[in-house]
C-alpha cells in the first residue's frame, strides 16, 4: 500500500510539471498586457506592451531572451497560435524583482502567426485571440489582452 501511494504521488507530481510552458502559475508575479491598437487588420503594426509586478513579499527571478517575442497570442480554445519567433542567436535576459518592483517592455507585432523558416510566415485569420505576456521558466498571473484581428 505504501509503495502504491508514493508511486500515486510521483506520478501527480510529474503530471503537474508538463504544464505548458507559457501559462504555469506564480502566485507572486502578475503580468498585465496591454495591445494598442486592440482591434486591426492583419499586418497593421500594433504595439504589445507588458508589465511584470512582483506582488509577493520575496525577490523573484525572472527570465527571458531579446530574441523571442516576450508575449504569446492564443486561439479562445487556449491554442498557442503565434507570434513567429524567427530565428536569432538568443541573449539572455536575467533580472530580479524587489518586493513591489515592476519590469515592462513593449515590442510590436503584425499579426503573424506560427511559421517556419522554409515557408512564409502566415497572418492569423480574422477573429479573436488573447495576448500574454510571458517569461521564460517562469509562470505568473496572466490574464492577457483580447484583440480583434479584422478582415
Known amino acids: 500500500m505504501h509503495q502504491r501511494a508514493t508511486f500515486s504521488f510521483a506520478f501527480i507530481a510529474i503530471i503537474a510539471a508538463c504544464v505548458h510552458p507559457t501559462t504555469p502559475f506564480d502566485g507572486d508575479l502578475l503580468a498585465t498586457t496591454t495591445v494598442t491598437?486592440?482591434?486591426?487588420?492583419?499586418?497593421?503594426?500594433?504595439?504589445?506592451?507588458?508589465?511584470?509586478?512582483?506582488?509577493?513579499?520575496?525577490?523573484?527571478?525572472?527570465?527571458?531572451?531579446?530574441?523571442?517575442?516576450?508575449?504569446?497570442?492564443?486561439?479562445?480554445?487556449?491554442?498557442?497560435?503565434?507570434?513567429?519567433?524567427?530565428?536569432?542567436?538568443?541573449?539572455?535576459?536575467n533580472m530580479t524583482l524587489s518586493p513591489g518592483a515592476t519590469y515592462s517592455w513593449t515590442q510590436s507585432w503584425t499579426g503573424d502567426g506560427?511559421?517556419?523558416?522554409?515557408?512564409?510566415?502566415?497572418?492569423?485569420?480574422?477573429?479573436?485571440?488573447?495576448?500574454?505576456?510571458?517569461?521564460?521558466?517562469?509562470?505568473s498571473r496572466n490574464p492577457g489582452a483580447t484583440v480583434n484581428i479584422t478582415p
Open 114 to 139: 506560427v511559421g517556419d523558416v522554409e515557408k512564409p510566415v502566415p497572418f492569423l485569420p480574422p477573429g479573436i485571440y488573447f495576448v500574454r505576456g510571458r517569461m521564460i521558466g517562469r509562470g
Open 37 to 93: 491598437p486592440a482591434q486591426f487588420r492583419a499586418g497593421d503594426n500594433v504595439s504589445v506592451h507588458v508589465v511584470i509586478t512582483n506582488t509577493g513579499r520575496q525577490a523573484h527571478t525572472i527570465n527571458g531572451n531579446t530574441c523571442a517575442r516576450m508575449f504569446v497570442v492564443e486561439s479562445p480554445d487556449g491554442t498557442y497560435v503565434g507570434p513567429w519567433t524567427g530565428v536569432c542567436s538568443a541573449v539572455a535576459l
